[in-house]
């Protein structure tokens, strides 16, 4: 079986996703965020994201996990926050053993919904329905960090050509 970390990092909210897969079959275990103030120091945000990132590889002990490969913003300031925080992920992924793969954001939505570009409510349905929840998990950073999971399972099965893991 394996346990696959989603994650959508962020540094105000790094949504997170946990599943378990076994022949062909899928499971959902977690999701959250983890929340940062904008009050603290940005150091001390990077290292609460770093810090409850190790707590959960520690709790879940996932075999692999998956993130959405960067793609540039028009706002600047907002990206480099994103890619610090995406920098403390794969570091906390790293010190823990996990092995990582990206995918882009169009392989994530054919993995989940079979259309590269379907809409943030179409992945979200799919990954209720994937999952047999009760309803659409929230917030949305946790939604995506699950359907990043999803995808690293079906590639893992060769279900995807595209597999963009490093």
Known sequence: MKIILGLDPGLASTGYGVIAGDRGRIRHLAHGVIRTDSGLKHGRRLAMIHEE???????????????????FARNAVSAIAVAEARGVTLCALEQHGIALFEYPPQVIKQAVVGEGRADKRQVQEMVRFLLALAEIPKPDHAADALATAICRY???????????SL
Request: charged fraction near 25%.
């Open 53 to 71: 990132l190790g707590e959960l590889c520690k709790r879940w002990v996932p075999t692999e996990a998956a993130v959405e490969k960067l793609f």
């Open 154 to 164: 079906h590639s893992s099965l060769g279900a995807h050509a595209t597999d963009m």
